[in-house]
């Protein structure tokens, strides 16, 4: 069971009554009960034993089945699994670079991208679960997308083919990215049946079906093949190879 969700529960059953800044005590036929809030902490506390954390390791091969360096730009998700809650994040441009290359989010959430370089740059993705072209924009200059489509949202600029960053949208609440040795945690996922995501830009993504128990899912293992990665150069927003004359910067 996670800390927080004790804590949580502990906080309605104390003495002092309060939740926060919610009263916990209900007046009924002139008498005040704590009935409902004691109902309510039982609630939690039972919801918090239904689930349990994710644990594995996700490895990614590259060729001469060396392990990749950046597992870290992996994503590992969860199929559905209860609501999401928006959120409004930064993908910084500066030195001709996206910062973060990878990013994931729940759908509904809002990235921004300011402009920190002494040029202009303009950023649009062709991807179909959401396409775009926020047009051409300065040094200091920030411009936004909300991202409405559970996918896979490929980013470029139109100015500089270098560039380049990926945004994983996804419509339930149990994502993650591995840490720098592939270990990831998918923390309180309720107990029931799911379709377990890998994702990384240079393999196939691939699924596996799990069982989460109450107490949760413990050296989970995953494999990303990208031994077979061809980089292929993207189009431009009109769908046409970049211009191959240099540029000023």
């Known amino acids: ?3 927080g969700v004790l804590e949580i529960a502990l906080t309605v059953l104390r003495g002092n009554g309060n939740l926060g800044d919610m009263p916990a005590k209900v007046q009924r ?12 902490a039982a609630l939690i506390l039972a919801a918090a034993w239904r689930s349990g954390d994710v644990r594995g390791r996700l490895t990614v091969t590259d060729r001469g089945d060396r392990q990749a360096k950046d597992v870290g730009q992996a994503v590992v998700w969860l199929d559905g699994a209860g609501p999401v809650q928006p959120v409004t994040v930064d ?6 670079e996206f910062s973060p290359h990878v990013l994931v989010v729940p759908v509904g959430s809002t990235v921004a991208f300011p402009n920190h370089d002494p040029f202009n740059h303009n950023v649009f993705s062709l991807s179909a ?22 996918g896979i949202v490929r980013v470029y600029c139109n100015v500089h083919a270098q560039m380049s960053a990926l945004i994983v949208v996804r419509d339930g609440p149990h994502f993650t990215q591995p840490a720098g040795d592939g270990s990831f945690v998918l923390a309180q996922v309720p107990v029931g ?8 830009e240079r393999a196939d993504e691939v699924t596996e079906p799990v069982e989460v128990p109450s107490g949760g ?33």
């Open 1 to 3: 069971m996670g800390v």
């Open 29 to 40: 036929d002139g008498k005040f009960r704590r009935v409902g809030l004691a109902a309510g």
């Open 91 to 96: 993908i910084t441009t500066a030195d001709k």
């Open 129 to 150: 679960e959401q396409p775009f072209d926020l047009g051409l924009y300065g040094r200091g200059q920030t411009r936004s997308v909300k991202l409405e489509h559970a």
């Open 193 to 200: 049946r799911y379709l377990l995501h890998a994702w990384h």
């Open 217 to 249: 899912l413990t050296d989970v293992a995953l494999v990303l093949d990208a031994r077979g990665y061809r980089f292929r150069p993207h189009l431009n927003k009109y769908g046409q190879p970049y211009p191959q004359e240099g540029r000023r910067y």
